[in-house]
């Protein structure tokens, strides 16, 4: 499953102020279902490293006129990328179908927000917050401790009455390189956790150290590489900003992994 995503902030890390623009966002939203998408996911507020938080006020300003345009004027479920209970309820009351919370489900409201609209919710990993997530994270062994959070979040959930769980590793967020790496090879580790597994590595910084420093728009073939190495481990939707090479690439990953 293809989640495509929709950046309505002029500071994302890959694509901010691309679709700041109501217009621009529409018609990026649109070519990504006509490629292929089979979610689109909206977010307000860049999450990237060192970011800084904005209010709950410009995050609604920024993301209700797309959901309202895309909900009139397209079938395919919206995912909200928030972590705050008040955007994600207003959201949900406008149609939104499924809530992206990168922290995890930690904010006791946002729990009772997901439970009381029963909406599928994407827990994700991610060690401290953006601004300082990178400072220097340490893990002991990173798949384990990822391991450990998720079935504490899993449980806060189920107790809440929320069944339908995504599971999130966090690619990038509070992780070197080399955790990276660990989380996506070993990625299977998480499936006996028996949930859906999301991965989202679209032209993340690692891929750039890795490809010899190379910019966020020439990350293109590391982002496909590592999307198919966690298809092939696991993961059953991935995150991209590139829809039409990376339904490409998942039809061959697919054939190959479901072959005889």
């Not at 919370?101 to 953006?130: C, F, S, W």
Request: proline share 5%; charged share 25%; with cysteine.
């Amino acid at each position: 499953m293809i989640v495509g995503i929709l950046n309505v902030t002029p500071d994302s890390f890959s694509d901010g102020g691309l679709f700041f623009d109501t217009e621009k966002a529409i018609a990026h939203a649109k070519e990504m279902i006509q490629e292929g998408a089979d979610i689109i996911d909206i977010g307000g507020e860049s999450t990237k490293p060192g970011s800084v938080p904005v209010s709950e006020e410009e995050e609604l300003r920024r993301v209700k006129p797309i959901i309202e345009r895309l909900r009139k004027e397209t079938t395919v479920p919206i995912s909200i990328d928030t972590y705050k209970p008040r955007v994600a309820e207003e959201c949900l009351k406008l149609g939104v179908q499924i809530v992206n919370d990168v922290t995890g489900l930690r904010n006791e409201e946002m729990i009772r927000v997901v439970a009381q609209y029963k909406a599928p919710v994407v827990l994700m990993h991610m060690k401290g917050m953006p601004k300082s997530m990178q400072e220097n994270p340490v893990y002991t062994d990173v798949v384990q401790e990822i391991k450990e959070f998720f079935k504490e979040r899993i449980q806060a959930a189920r107790e809440a009455g929320i069944q339908d769980i995504i599971l999130d590793p966090g690619i990038g967020f509070g992780k070197t390189v080399e955790h990276n790496l660990q989380i996506l090879k070993r990625l299977g580790e998480f499936k006996d956790l028996g949930y859906p597994i999301l991965v989202g590595t679209s032209r993340k910084s690692f891929i750039g150290k890795l490809n010899d420093g190379a910019p966020v728009e020439q990350r293109l073939e590391g982002s496909l590489a590592s999307m198919v190495i966690a298809i092939m481990n696991g993961a059953t939707m991935v995150r991209v900003h590139d829809v039409k090479p990376a339904k490409r690439a998942i039809q061959i990953a697919d054939a190959i992994k479901y072959t005889g």
